[in-house]
């Protein structure tokens, strides 16, 4: 697979199609790679986050960056291309996630507590790693972006509704942008209803 992207890179929003397409696995580690990691690092520090999923940029393949420390030149950055899980807790926590393809949405998520996760890195080279509390639920929320699953699909049906109207007003204004008809257009609609 050929990475190509433009710079600079910008966070996709929901409900864009990008968040929900396959999302190939990489099979070059090259500069390419690396310079679309970097790219993704510059996304995520200028945007306060502290994971980034390739998907989230609008490339679909499958790569995550995180920080857990979310501050550049503190805590560890940690790169995974390719990554599966070979297993999840039993035990399983409650936090408030949001999402940065969800700007402004928080909402309590139960994940498992530790996941067991084999990945490539940056240069190719196989590794597993056990992780648990943050990082775990990060690696997990960026992983299900992998799979073109959303925060909001983990939630509960009571916590999805204290959410709901913010994922309506997210929907409406994107898809507004996305059509681009015209003031017009707009203004016949809001005349008619």
């Given at each position: 697979i050929d990475l190509q992207f433009e710079s600079?890179?910008?966070?996709v929003e929901y409900p864009n199609p990008k968040l929900r397409a396959k999302n190939k696995p990489i099979?070059?580690?090259?500069?390419?790679?690396?310079?679309?990691?970097?790219?993704?690092?510059?996304?995520?520090?200028?945007?306060?986050?502290?994971?980034?999923?390739?998907?989230?940029?609008?490339?679909?393949?499958q790569l995550?960056?995180?920080?857990?420390v979310g501050e550049r030149g503190e805590g560890e950055?940690?790169?995974l291309v390719n990554p599966s899980v070979s297993q999840y807790s039993l035990k399983k926590t409650l936090f408030n996630e949001g999402c940065l393809s969800f700007p402004g949405l928080y909402a309590d998520v139960q994940r498992p507590e530790s996941v067991k996760i084999n990945?490539?890195?940056?240069?190719?080279?196989?590794?597993?790693?056990t992780l648990s509390s943050l990082p775990a639920r990060v690696f997990q929320h960026e992983f299900d972006h992998l799979q073109g699953i959303?925060?909001?699909?983990?939630?509960?049906?009571?916590?999805l509704d204290t959410i709901r109207d913010g994922l309506q007003v997210t929907w409406l204004s994107e898809a507004f942008q996305?059509?681009?008809?015209?003031?017009?257009?707009?203004?016949?609609?809001?005349?008619?209803l």
């Amino acid at each position: 697979i050929d990475l190509q992207f433009e710079s600079p890179l910008k966070i996709v929003e929901y409900p864009n199609p990008k968040l929900r397409a396959k999302n190939k696995p990489i099979d070059k580690f090259d500069d390419n790679l690396k310079k679309l990691v970097d790219e993704m690092f510059d996304v995520m520090y200028k945007t306060d986050g502290i994971e980034l999923s390739a998907p989230q940029v609008g490339i679909n393949v499958q790569l995550m960056v995180f920080n857990p420390v979310g501050e550049r030149g503190e805590g560890e950055e940690i790169v995974l291309v390719n990554p599966s899980v070979s297993q999840y807790s039993l035990k399983k926590t409650l936090f408030n996630e949001g999402c940065l393809s969800f700007p402004g949405l928080y909402a309590d998520v139960q994940r498992p507590e530790s996941v067991k996760i084999n990945s490539k890195d940056i240069n190719g080279s196989r590794f597993t790693v056990t992780l648990s509390s943050l990082p775990a639920r990060v690696f997990q929320h960026e992983f299900d972006h992998l799979q073109g699953i959303l925060f909001f699909e983990r939630m509960t049906d009571e916590e999805l509704d204290t959410i709901r109207d913010g994922l309506q007003v997210t929907w409406l204004s994107e898809a507004f942008q996305m059509i681009d008809f015209g003031v017009n257009w707009f203004s016949f609609i809001l005349v008619d209803l």
